[in-house]
T-cell receptor, first 112, second 113 residues
Framework: GESVGLHLPTLSVQEGDNSIINCAYSNSASDYFIWYKQESGKGPQFIIDIRSNMDKRQGQRVTVLLNKTVKHLSLQIAATQPGDSAVYFCAETTYGNNRLAFGKGNQVVVIP | NAGVMQNPRHLVRRRGQEARLRCSPMKGHSHVYWYRQLPEEGLKFMVYLQKENIIDESGMPKERFSAEFPKEGPSILRIQQVVRGDSAAYFC???????????FGPGTRLLVL
């Protein structure tokens, strides 16, 4: 079951360095994955997505890697900036399903 | 092109009162989803609606919670007789089609005193 009140895993990264955020997903049948960024007091913001027929997808400064064998997803942020400070969530779903299942989130703190 | 809009952004209610949360999807989106977020947790799915239809409410508590998405106007999440445990952030998302990317609104933060 879920635990309430746990502190989020936190990644502290120097401005300009690369960040890697990891996510272990739970459902082997999931075939669509999304990374969201959530800043304090705001709603989740779409960053990048990937379908299960791919193992890598690149966006602007971000790359998502998918390893279906071990049910692992990662988000790489290049040249991290102060504006990247936020909580990052991975979400999974299956095609035709309407609900997203979110992971617990990872806090990224960028040190200027 | 306006994003998903939610109001109010903050809502304070006393135990036993009703809370009404509103969500206007992005233009051109006909699928609406509601999620709840407790502090330092991920979002939990509550309900999925299309115009005038509830498609999946498997994440909704059995009592006191209801949702609608009328032909005209915003989607409404209604919580009757609120209790302190209902305090949370409630997010609405919309998508143009099911299985497409869901875009989230800024959320309504409900505090029950």
């Amino acid at each position: 079951g879920e635990s309430v009140g746990l502190h989020l895993p936190t990644l502290s990264v120097q401005e300009g360095d690369n960040s890697i955020i990891n996510c272990a997903y739970s459902n082997s049948a999931s075939d669509y994955f999304i990374w969201y960024k959530q800043e304090s007091g705001k709603g989740p913001q779409f960053i990048i997505d990937i379908r299960s027929n791919m193992d890598k997808r690149q966006g602007q400064r971000v790359t998502v890697l998918l390893n279906k064998t071990v049910k692992h997803l990662s988000l790489q942020i290049a040249a991290t900036q102060p504006g990247d400070s936020a909580v990052y969530f991975c979400a999974e779903t299956t095609y035709g399903n309407n609900r997203l299942a979110f992971g617990k989130g990872n806090q990224v703190v960028v040190i200027p | 092109n306006a994003g998903v809009m939610q109001n109010p952004r903050h809502l304070v209610r006393r135990r036993g009162q009703e809370a009404r949360l509103r969500c206007s999807p992005m233009k051109g989106h006909s699928h609406v989803y509601w999620y709840r977020q407790l502090p330092e947790e991920g979002l939990k799915f509550m309900v999925y609606l299309q115009k005038e239809n509830i498609i999946d409410e498997s994440g909704m508590p059995k009592e006191r919670f209801s949702a609608e998405f009328p032909k005209e106007g915003p989607s409404i999440l209604r919580i009757q007789q609120v209790v302190r445990g209902d305090s949370a952030a409630y997010f609405c998302a919309s998508s143009p089609l099911v299985s497409e990317t869901q875009y989230f609104g800024p959320g309504t933060r409900l505090l029950v005193l």
